[in-house]
Protein backbone atom coordinates (compact mmCIF):
# COMPACT_ATOMS: atom_id res chain seq x y z
CA UNK A 1 0.00 0.00 0.00
CA UNK A 2 1.07 3.59 -0.53
CA UNK A 3 0.29 6.56 0.78
CA UNK A 4 0.59 9.61 -1.29
CA UNK A 5 -0.15 13.23 0.64
CA UNK A 6 0.74 16.64 0.66
CA UNK A 7 1.97 16.62 4.35
CA UNK A 8 3.77 14.30 6.88
CA UNK A 9 1.78 13.03 9.68
CA UNK A 10 -1.45 12.74 7.15
CA UNK A 11 -2.24 9.51 8.82
CA UNK A 12 -1.04 8.76 12.82
CA UNK A 13 1.35 6.08 13.01
CA UNK A 14 -0.94 4.87 16.25
CA UNK A 15 -4.21 4.45 14.03
CA UNK A 16 -2.81 2.08 11.72
CA UNK A 17 -0.57 0.17 13.70
CA UNK A 18 -0.85 -3.72 13.50
CA UNK A 19 -2.30 -3.28 10.03
CA UNK A 20 1.41 -2.80 8.51
CA UNK A 21 3.90 -5.86 8.56
CA UNK A 22 1.89 -8.55 9.77
CA UNK A 23 -0.96 -7.65 6.98
CA UNK A 24 0.44 -5.22 4.76
CA UNK A 25 3.86 -3.21 4.15
CA UNK A 26 2.64 0.09 4.23
CA UNK A 27 4.87 3.12 2.37
CA UNK A 28 4.43 6.86 3.36
CA UNK A 29 5.09 9.08 0.29
CA UNK A 30 4.43 12.12 2.22
CA UNK A 31 5.55 15.61 0.93
CA UNK A 32 5.07 18.51 3.61
CA UNK A 33 3.37 21.56 2.21
CA UNK A 34 2.82 19.94 -1.43
CA UNK A 35 0.12 20.32 -3.77
CA UNK A 36 -1.14 18.82 -6.56
CA UNK A 37 0.86 20.37 -9.16
CA UNK A 38 4.44 19.23 -7.42
CA UNK A 39 2.91 15.46 -7.30
CA UNK A 40 2.30 15.41 -11.21
CA UNK A 41 6.06 16.27 -11.61
CA UNK A 42 6.66 13.03 -9.72
CA UNK A 43 4.68 10.59 -10.26
CA UNK A 44 6.56 8.83 -12.70
CA UNK A 45 9.71 8.75 -10.04
CA UNK A 46 7.13 7.34 -6.99
CA UNK A 47 5.02 5.17 -9.25
CA UNK A 48 7.56 3.98 -12.05
CA UNK A 49 5.00 2.24 -14.68
CA UNK A 50 8.13 -0.62 -14.50
CA UNK A 51 8.32 -1.06 -11.51
CA UNK A 52 8.53 -5.39 -10.71
CA UNK A 53 6.05 -4.84 -7.80
CA UNK A 54 3.08 -2.42 -8.12
CA UNK A 55 0.89 -1.26 -4.89
CA UNK A 56 -2.13 -3.26 -4.30
CA UNK A 57 -3.56 0.12 -3.21
CA UNK A 58 -2.83 4.38 -3.38
CA UNK A 59 -4.84 6.44 -1.37
CA UNK A 60 -4.07 9.81 -2.37
CA UNK A 61 -4.31 13.13 -0.51
CA UNK A 62 -4.63 16.43 -2.10
CA UNK A 63 -6.83 19.75 -1.85
CA UNK A 64 -5.85 21.63 1.91
CA UNK A 65 -2.95 23.52 0.30
CA UNK A 66 -3.99 23.42 -3.35
CA UNK A 67 -7.46 25.51 -1.93
CA UNK A 68 -5.56 28.21 -0.12
CA UNK A 69 -6.11 31.40 -1.45
CA UNK A 70 -3.42 32.88 -4.11
CA UNK A 71 -0.86 35.16 -2.61
CA UNK A 72 -0.45 38.35 -4.34
CA UNK A 73 3.57 37.73 -5.27
CA UNK A 74 2.55 34.88 -7.56
CA UNK A 75 4.31 32.20 -5.06
CA UNK A 76 2.58 29.32 -2.99
CA UNK A 77 0.81 26.92 -2.95
CA UNK A 78 -2.73 27.52 -4.62
CA UNK A 79 -3.38 25.64 -7.09
CA UNK A 80 -6.75 27.49 -8.98
CA UNK A 81 -9.52 24.98 -9.22
CA UNK A 82 -9.77 23.76 -12.99
CA UNK A 83 -5.60 23.21 -12.72
CA UNK A 84 -6.46 20.78 -9.28
CA UNK A 85 -8.98 18.57 -11.15
CA UNK A 86 -6.48 18.19 -14.05
CA UNK A 87 -4.15 16.85 -11.65
CA UNK A 88 -6.18 14.91 -9.77
CA UNK A 89 -7.03 12.97 -13.30
CA UNK A 90 -3.79 12.63 -14.29
CA UNK A 91 -2.81 10.90 -10.68
CA UNK A 92 -5.63 8.47 -11.10
CA UNK A 93 -5.22 7.93 -14.81
CA UNK A 94 -1.25 7.58 -14.19
CA UNK A 95 -2.11 4.76 -10.80
CA UNK A 96 -4.55 3.38 -12.70
CA UNK A 97 -2.17 1.91 -15.44
CA UNK A 98 0.20 0.38 -13.08
CA UNK A 99 -1.62 -3.12 -12.40
CA UNK A 100 -4.98 -4.18 -13.11
CA UNK A 101 -5.15 -5.25 -9.27
CA UNK A 102 -3.94 -1.64 -8.30
CA UNK A 103 -6.96 0.20 -6.30
CA UNK A 104 -7.03 3.83 -5.12
CA UNK A 105 -8.81 5.91 -2.79
CA UNK A 106 -8.61 9.84 -2.91
CA UNK A 107 -9.56 11.63 -0.12
CA UNK A 108 -10.71 15.12 -0.41
CA UNK A 109 -9.89 18.49 0.86
CA UNK A 110 -11.28 18.15 4.81
CA UNK A 111 -12.51 21.43 7.30
CA UNK A 112 -10.39 24.12 8.66
CA UNK A 113 -10.80 25.77 11.80
CA UNK A 114 -11.08 28.76 10.66
CA UNK A 115 -10.94 30.81 14.21
CA UNK A 116 -7.53 29.58 14.61
CA UNK A 117 -6.40 29.50 11.00
CA UNK A 118 -7.71 33.60 10.41
CA UNK A 119 -5.07 34.60 13.57
CA UNK A 120 -2.21 34.01 11.29
CA UNK A 121 -0.44 37.45 10.01
CA UNK A 122 0.05 35.20 6.88
CA UNK A 123 -1.47 36.74 3.59
CA UNK A 124 -2.10 32.69 2.66
CA UNK A 125 -5.95 32.21 3.43
CA UNK A 126 -7.84 28.89 4.40
CA UNK A 127 -11.45 29.16 3.88
CA UNK A 128 -14.18 26.49 4.72
CA UNK A 129 -15.97 27.78 1.70
CA UNK A 130 -12.60 26.98 -0.32
CA UNK A 131 -12.24 23.70 1.18
CA UNK A 132 -15.53 22.91 0.51
CA UNK A 133 -15.00 23.62 -3.00
CA UNK A 134 -12.81 21.47 -3.69
CA UNK A 135 -13.42 18.66 -2.05
CA UNK A 136 -16.78 19.03 -3.78
CA UNK A 137 -14.65 18.85 -7.13
CA UNK A 138 -12.71 16.28 -6.01
CA UNK A 139 -15.79 13.59 -5.30
CA UNK A 140 -17.21 14.91 -8.65
CA UNK A 141 -14.06 13.80 -10.34
CA UNK A 142 -13.75 10.39 -8.41
CA UNK A 143 -17.28 9.97 -9.35
CA UNK A 144 -16.66 10.25 -12.77
CA UNK A 145 -13.47 8.14 -13.19
CA UNK A 146 -14.81 5.06 -10.81
CA UNK A 147 -12.19 6.09 -8.06
CA UNK A 148 -12.83 5.26 -4.73
CA UNK A 149 -13.23 8.76 -2.42
CA UNK A 150 -13.08 9.55 0.84
CA UNK A 151 -14.97 12.81 1.74
CA UNK A 152 -13.00 14.53 5.05
CA UNK A 153 -14.98 17.82 4.59
CA UNK A 154 -18.37 15.96 6.18
CA UNK A 155 -16.67 13.23 8.29
CA UNK A 156 -14.97 15.41 10.28
CA UNK A 157 -17.79 17.76 11.05
CA UNK A 158 -20.44 14.88 11.98
CA UNK A 159 -17.58 15.24 15.29
CA UNK A 160 -18.52 16.78 18.08
CA UNK A 161 -15.88 19.86 18.95
CA UNK A 162 -14.29 19.21 15.26
CA UNK A 163 -12.62 22.13 14.91
CA UNK A 164 -10.61 21.77 18.73
CA UNK A 165 -10.72 17.95 18.32
CA UNK A 166 -9.15 16.97 14.94
CA UNK A 167 -6.69 19.24 14.82
CA UNK A 168 -3.71 20.82 16.71
CA UNK A 169 -3.70 24.06 14.94
CA UNK A 170 -6.40 24.62 13.07
CA UNK A 171 -5.11 22.75 9.89
CA UNK A 172 -3.02 19.62 11.16
CA UNK A 173 -4.76 16.71 12.22
CA UNK A 174 -4.93 15.45 15.85
CA UNK A 175 -4.98 11.85 16.79
CA UNK A 176 -8.34 12.29 16.84
CA UNK A 177 -8.16 13.58 13.43
CA UNK A 178 -6.16 10.26 12.04
CA UNK A 179 -8.55 7.95 14.09
CA UNK A 180 -11.71 9.65 11.78
CA UNK A 181 -9.46 9.12 8.62
CA UNK A 182 -8.55 5.59 9.08
CA UNK A 183 -12.05 4.67 10.27
CA UNK A 184 -13.52 6.16 6.87
CA UNK A 185 -10.59 4.62 4.93
CA UNK A 186 -11.34 1.70 6.79
CA UNK A 187 -15.13 1.89 5.47
CA UNK A 188 -14.53 2.04 2.17
CA UNK A 189 -11.88 -1.05 2.49
CA UNK A 190 -14.87 -3.23 3.74
CA UNK A 191 -17.52 -1.74 1.66
CA UNK A 192 -15.50 -2.15 -1.73
CA UNK A 193 -16.15 -5.23 -3.76
CA UNK A 194 -12.71 -5.60 -5.03
CA UNK A 195 -11.26 -9.07 -5.79
CA UNK A 196 -9.14 -9.59 -4.22
CA UNK A 197 -10.80 -7.74 -1.20
CA UNK A 198 -8.53 -5.24 0.55
CA UNK A 199 -10.66 -5.49 3.92
CA UNK A 200 -7.53 -6.98 6.56
CA UNK A 201 -10.23 -9.59 7.35
CA UNK A 202 -9.76 -11.23 3.93
CA UNK A 203 -5.96 -10.61 3.78
CA UNK A 204 -3.41 -13.64 4.90
CA UNK A 205 -1.81 -12.50 7.71
CA UNK A 206 2.16 -13.42 7.47
CA UNK A 207 3.57 -16.06 9.68
CA UNK A 208 0.25 -16.39 11.87
CA UNK A 209 0.86 -20.21 12.75
CA UNK A 210 1.47 -21.17 16.60
CA UNK A 211 4.59 -21.10 17.92
CA UNK A 212 5.90 -22.27 21.34
CA UNK A 213 7.62 -18.65 21.55
CA UNK A 214 4.15 -16.64 21.70
CA UNK A 215 2.82 -15.53 25.26
CA UNK A 216 2.10 -18.46 27.73
CA UNK A 217 -1.12 -19.02 28.77
CA UNK A 218 -2.56 -18.70 31.88
CA UNK A 219 -3.01 -22.27 32.47
CA UNK A 220 0.72 -22.71 31.97
CA UNK A 221 0.14 -25.48 29.05
CA UNK A 222 -0.07 -23.54 25.86
CA UNK A 223 0.59 -20.53 24.15
CA UNK A 224 -1.57 -17.92 22.68
CA UNK A 225 -1.12 -16.74 19.22
CA UNK A 226 -1.88 -12.88 19.09
CA UNK A 227 -1.73 -12.61 15.23
CA UNK A 228 -5.33 -12.15 14.88
CA UNK A 229 -5.65 -10.04 18.28
CA UNK A 230 -7.49 -6.95 17.78
CA UNK A 231 -8.51 -5.50 20.99
CA UNK A 232 -5.84 -3.30 21.15
CA UNK A 233 -5.98 -1.19 18.20
CA UNK A 234 -6.48 2.51 18.37
CA UNK A 235 -9.51 1.96 15.90
CA UNK A 236 -11.87 -0.74 15.89
CA UNK A 237 -11.45 -2.17 12.41
CA UNK A 238 -15.19 -3.58 11.93
Not at 34 to 44: E, G, I, K, T
Not at 96 to 102: A, E, G, H, R, V
Not at 212 to 223: E, H, I, N, R, S
Request: aromatic fraction near 8%; charged fraction near 20%; hydrophobic fraction near 35%.
Amino acid sequence: MNILSQQEGCINGEAINGWRGSVADILLRGYYGWNSRRAVQVLDQVFPKDAPVQPALVIVYFGGNDSMGPHSSGLGPHVPLDEYMENMRKIAVHLKSLSDTTRIIFMSCPPVDETRVSSSTSELVRTNELCQIYSNSCIKLCQELGVKVVDLFSAFQKRDGWTTACFTDGIHLSAEGSKIVVEEILKVLKEAEWVPSLHWKSMPTEFSEDSPYDLVAADGKQTLNPSEWTFHREVHWD
